[in-house]
T-cell receptor
Framework: GAVVSQHPSWVICKSGTSVKIECRSLDFQATTMFWYRQFPKQSLMLMATSNEGSKATYEQGVEKDKFLINHASLTLSTLTVTSAHPEDSSFYIC??????????????FGSGTQLSVL | GEDVEQSLFLSVREGDSSVINCTYTDSSSTYLYWYKQEPGAGLQLLTYIFSNMDMKQDQRLTVLLNKKDKHLSLRIADTQTGDSAIYFCAEYYSSASKIIFGSGTRLSIRP
């Protein structure tokens, strides 16, 4: 199957700093990428959907100025958590789908990034 | 509204079959998925089914779809210790172009 690389896999930062998480599709062109957040023992919460070259669509309740998403190329999307606070600590997962009429037949996930804000 | 529901826990004996159930709300959904998540890892796509299908089988996995009742199930035959994980049901909401996940079912295997 297709490979989606996400890094870093784990990051610890001080409160007030910004953290950038990268999501790359290694062997296919990802026209759409999704960013999810997962709290311990809970499901994935969709944060935003990004299409290459356009602004991300954020879900209700997700602060777009807090979670900056950039999808500048067909193989790379980034999520920047700005001025991180302890409540932003979570597991962040990206996923990507390719182009084509059945592009959502398969959605490939990165391995996730555990963010811990002290 | 958008909702996908599944039970939180399932415990089965090694070698038995596991059946994980899921209900969804969007009758216009086109794709339904089952994902597996092992501790500290991302999600692995196990299988998916297109909404015009009733059943899909892939080795030890069988997916059954009841569109009338909006019910999806995943059956794992001959469950092994390596099947211990959290299994997420997900639905593609075509009206909103997004995929919504259930809460996940934690499958544990008894010897």
């Amino acid at each position: 199957g297709a490979v989606v690389s996400q890094h870093p896999s784990w990051v610890i930062c001080k409160s007030g700093t910004s953290v950038k998480i990268e999501c790359r599709s290694l062997d296919f062109q990802a026209t759409t990428m999704f960013w999810y957040r997962q709290f311990p023992k809970q499901s994935l919460m969709l944060m935003a959907t990004s299409n290459e070259g356009s602004k991300a669509t954020y879900e209700q309740g997700v602060e777009k100025d807090k979670f900056l998403i950039n999808h500048a190329s067909l193989t790379l999307s980034t999520l920047t958590v700005t001025s991180a606070h302890p409540e932003d600590s979570s597991f962040y997962i990206c996923s990507a789908s390719g182009s084509g009429s059945h592009f959502l037949e398969k959605l490939f996930f990165g391995s996730g990034t555990q963010l811990s804000v002290l | 509204g958008e909702d996908v529901e599944q039970s939180l826990f399932l415990s089965v004996r090694e070698g038995d079959s596991s059946v994980i159930n899921c209900t969804y709300t969007d009758s216009s959904s086109t794709y339904l998925y089952w994902y597996k998540q092992e501790p500290g890892a991302g999600l692995q796509l196990l299988t998916y089914i297109f909404s015009n299908m009733d059943m899909k089988q892939d080795q030890r996995l069988t997916v059954l779809l009841n569109k009338k009742d909006k019910h999806l199930s995943l059956r794992i035959a001959d469950t092994q210790t390596g099947d211990s994980a959290i299994y997420f049901c997900a639905e593609y909401y075509s009206s909103a172009s997004k995929i919504i996940f259930g809460s996940g079912t934690r499958l544990s295997i008894r010897p």
